[in-house]
């Protein structure tokens, strides 16, 4: 069965570091690019970050630029998410994607897999 999971989010105090996994399943994560997406209440879903397969190109938005990185460990088949100096606006469901190839989708479209979502809350 294919699946991505995910784990690690939480209740977090502003200031706070947390850090999201992504497992794949049923398929190598290896061959794929990765994007990570939140959707806060209320609002529409945004794109947080996206690497390419080979890590050659990046996208970071600037709400997160210098505080989220992503780092892969395809021994394990996984993907992390790295999030420091939080704030309560990330306060959100995340969620991992893949995408078949060696690109980095700013976008939600043409993602292949999508991991359940976290919830990440950001308060003090």
Avoid: H
Avoid at 48 to 58: D, F, K, N, Q
Avoid at 63 to 87: A, C, E, H, P, W
Avoid at 92 to 119: E, I, K, P
């Amino acid at each position: 069965q294919v699946q991505l999971v995910e784990s690690g989010g939480g209740l977090v105090q502003p200031g706070g570091s947390l850090r999201l996994s992504c497992a794949a399943s049923g398929f190598t994560l290896d061959y794929y690019g990765i994007g990570w997406f939140r959707q806060a209440p209320g609002k529409e879903r945004e794109g947080v970050l996206c690497i390419s397969r080979g890590g050659g190109r990046t996208y970071f938005a600037d709400s997160v630029k210098g505080r989220f990185t992503i780092s892969r460990d395809n021994g394990k088949n996984t993907v992390y998410l790295q999030m420091n100096s939080l704030k309560p606006e990330d306060t959100a469901v995340y969620y991992c994607a893949a995408t078949r190839g060696d690109y980095c989708l700013r976008y939600g479209s043409n993602y292949n897999y999508w991991g359940q979502g976290t919830q990440v809350t950001v308060s003090s």
